[in-house]
């Protein structure tokens, strides 16, 4: 005879008997979960706000540290959301001395094959001799000696004023450096200092919560003053490997740029920047200040 074997298993009840069971303790689970889970959330977006608006201010304070003495300026109607405001500056690239021995000759002579060539302040002068390491320069970037940010000295006036201390580079030798020269530079640096620059840099909050920057158009004698940014737009577009914009930060409701020139007696600028960032119903807001060297 075979023996008979008895088969076990779960009945309907004792199924959903455990299935209530397990929603019950599920849903006790997320009751003390939920509040850990939006707390790490809310500490994430925090971060990630705060981790925005502190790149950005770096950023623009990495960039003032290069700027050229006295050329920061600040327009538009800075504040809260809505407002549009513009801080423009001329970053350096380089610098060093000019050769300014006036018993050497060949001050006006052009480069040829004078080593000795001095900057002459009197007459237009197209070549000069650079004392020491060469900095970077290239064919196109501006020579700019003297920059003291008033009517004659003013690094974003025009060619077509009758003295400006801003002539471009047109040739790059091995210890000197030919400029475009039409008149004479506007004051000699006690110092003999020259510095180089290329182009233009603009932040910009645009009004509409984005913070912009903007680089590589050509030196304008007045800054923007519109509402907008369109005339930055039509300076940097169509795009190029040596111009163009970007977005350092989005939902911006805070964007505040000042500008005091004359902290330490002259010789230093402060800039101030306030900025912050709106998110789900939550704002972190960061201050930074700059100091810039106004000693040309």
Known sequence: MMRQQSQQGFTLVEMIM?????????????????????????????????????????????????????????????????????????????????????????????????????????????????????????IGDQIVVYNLGIPGADAYAGNTLATHNRRAVSAVGANNISITSANALSFDSPSHRFQVVSSPVSYVCDGAGALWRYWGYVIQDVQTKTDSIAELDALVLPFTATRGRAQMANNVSICNFSYNANVVAQRSGLVTMNLAITRDGETVTLYSATHVSNQP
């Open 18 to 138: 455990v299935i209530v069971i397990t929603g019950v303790i599920g849903g006790m689970v997320a009751v003390f979960l939920r509040i850990p889970v939006l707390q790490y959330i809310d500490v994430a977006r925090r971060a990630d706000m705060t981790d925005i608006a502190d790149t950005a201010l770096r950023r623009i304070g990495r960039d003032l540290r290069l700027a050229l003495p006295n050329s920061v300026r600040v327009t538009g109607t800075c504040g809260g959301a809505g407002t549009t405001c513009f801080i423009e500056f001329l970053p350096t690239t380089g610098g060093g001395r000019y050769r300014a021995d006036a018993a050497t000759a060949g001050a006006s002579a052009g480069c040829g094959s004078l080593d000795a060539d001095v900057l002459d302040f009197s007459a237009a002068d197209t070549c000069f001799e650079v004392l020491g390491a060469m900095p970077p320069v290239n």
